[in-house]
């Protein structure tokens, strides 16, 4: 199957022509409206290299806020409020420690100064919203994404220490259950979510769900 290369158009290959791996087209650029259409379509970009890549995987990794599992060692940091949590506080921070911070397995990150930039860029404009927890007033723990609608789309999250980003993983789905979010895209499976209650769920009831949601 053709790769599609993006132009200056501000438009997107439908979803079912990505490869199986659900890689749909490459180039284009982060421009909030690019971005935004991007999203309402249940595309996401991820960098390789220098070069943007749009990704619409089959099957889809989402949480329905509901359903989310919280394990018998976080119930006491919950209940005692181990950690400070806020939200929209330290959005810059938190996209800073989901680039730099060091994960197991990957020597590289996909947050490039230009996706930095794009997403404090949504922040400001109202899109893109983060969840922090701190520690003794040092932020420890959190994640961002992009809020539309009913759906909530996660990006990326970060911890240094021990069970930070479960618990603002927790804390801020717990909020978007109450704030009437349907839907938590977590893009692609981990093992970590998995544990969590997200699911794999078929593309088209994805987009679907989108449609209907956003």
């Known amino acids: 199957m053709a790769l599609f290369v993006l132009d200056d158009t501000l438009s997107f290959p439908p979803v ?13 650029d982060l421009t909030e409206e690019r971005l935004l259409l991007a999203y309402r379509n ?3 970009p991820w960098y390789e290299g220098k070069h943007i890549l749009w990704w619409c995987p089959h099957p889809r990794f989402v949480l329905q806020p509901q359903e989310i599992k919280i394990s018998k060692s976080m119930r006491p940091l919950l209940n005692n409020n181990a950690f400070k949590f806020t939200i929209n ?6 996209i800073n420690n989901c680039k730099t911070i060091s994960r197991q397995g990957q020597d590289s990150t996909w947050i ?7 997403y404090i ?12 927890v701190w520690k003794d007033k040092e ?8 809020r ?47 544990s969590m209650g997200a699911k ?15």
């Open 16 to 28: 079912h022509m990505a490869e199986p791996d659900g890689l749909l087209a490459v180039g284009g």
């Open 42 to 44: 249940g595309i996401f």
């Open 89 to 94: 506080t330290a959005f810059e921070a938190v």
């Open 112 to 118: 490039t100064n230009d996706v930095k930039k794009a």
């Open 121 to 132: 860029h949504l922040h400001k404009k109202g899109w893109a919203h983060s969840a922090e």
């Open 139 to 146: 932020l420890v723990g959190g994640l961002y994404g992009i």
């Open 148 to 194: 539309m609608g009913k759906v909530f789309f996660g990006e990326s999250m970060f911890s240094k220490q021990s069970n930070a980003s479960k618990y603002a993983f927790i804390k801020y789905t717990q909020l978007l259950q109450k704030e009437a979010v349907q839907l938590i895209d977590c893009q692609v499976y981990t093992e970590h979510l998995e």
């Open 200 to 214: 794999m769920i078929d593309r088209p009831v994805f987009i679907s769900l989108l449609k209907e949601l956003i």
